[in-house]
């Protein structure tokens, strides 16, 4: 491979967003072992993740072409292949329209027609509704935008039960109410840049002060839908003490930012609690179903 081809491949890479892809896989994986029990189906597992991964990447490189000339003003996002001239606007299209279609094709068919419409409905909410629509008016954006971020765990789950049920809600739940105070942390964190590329953030339009509020009440909810996921007998006892101490960890953390006289460190430590706590609960959720 030449070296120009390589650094063509590297962008591809980076279009998708690695890491919030990496984390989405992650959670759609733990839906699926607990819906599966260990019983595992391994065909349908790697159809499951291959349909969840282009159907999510789909989704952020056509993220990227919406907000092309908006990520030039943020210094954390001017350096990306659109607005640098790198790759064309067209080919960026080209690339997440075709990652789409061969996503929702392997959700579909070789997965369950139901995770394909829960698919379609993640990539039109993340698209359509949060990106073009409420990220640029509104700040709901970041609440309603985690209906998409919520969806890669039901998907796996669905793969495995075939149906929406109680525990495909809990999982949606569970990452719907994570996301805000997650990005929130990192808003603050950036709110001149959002400000100056006019992002509608909450912390730009209502204040830190008010953000930091705002984000208790979702970190408390995870609380009771850790117990519940347990009550209803999904995972087993190790995951309701896991999830409890993290949530608590997290909520005592975010309880402190209200006071925190230095809110870029306090903002960063969130951001680090809030990304470690789903790691480890989807990791012991995945070690501790009822059926390990």
């Known amino acids: ?10 962008d591809l890479i980076a279009l998708t ?22 019983d595992i189906n391994i065909p349908l597992l790697i159809w499951m993740l291959i349909g969840s991964t282009l159907t ?43 990652l789409g279609i061969a996503g929702l094709a392997v ?40 209906i998409s971020g919520a969806m890669p765990p039901v998907i796996g789950y669905c793969a495995v039960t075939e149906q929406i049920d109680a525990g495909a809600w809990i999982l949606f739940a569970l990452l719907f109410l994570w996301q805000p105070a997650h990005f929130w942390s990192l808003a603050i964190r950036r709110v001149e840049e959002y400000r100056a590329a006019g992002f509608p953030l909450l912390p730009v339009v209502k204040g830190i002060k008010r953000t930091k509020l705002q984000m208790i009440p979702y970190v408390l909810l995870l609380l009771p839908t850790g117990v519940l996921f347990y009550t209803n007998g999904y995972v087993g006892i190790y995951f309701l003490i ?20 230095d809110t870029e460190k306090w903002a960063k430590t969130n951001f680090l609690i809030s990304v470690n706590y789903l790691m480890v609960i989807f990791l012991v959720m995945i070690l501790n179903t009822t059926g390990s």
């Open 107 to 146: 959700l579909f068919t070789l997965v369950h027609p139901l995770t394909g419409w829960l698919g379609l409905l993640g990539w039109f909410v993340y698209i359509v509704i949060y990106t073009m629509w409420l990220k640029r008016s509104s700040t709901w954006s970041t609440s309603v935008g985690g």
């Open 56 to 98: 999510i990447a789909s989704a952020t490189v056509i993220n990227n072409y919406w907000d092309r000339e908006l990520d030039l003003k943020m210094e954390r996002t001017k350096d990306r292949a659109l607005p640098t001239g790198r790759m064309t606007p067209g080919t960026v299209l080209a690339y997440g329209i075709a």
């Open 242 to 261: 896991i999830s409890v101490i993290g949530g608590g960890v997290w909520l005592v953390h975010t309880l402190r930012g209200t006071a925190a006289q």
């Open 17 to 38: 967003k690695p890491r919030l892809l990496r984390l989405n896989i992650f959670a759609a994986l733990g839906g699926f072992m607990v819906a599966s029990k260990w």
């Open 1 to 10: 491979m030449t070296r120009e081809a390589r650094f063509v491949l590297k």
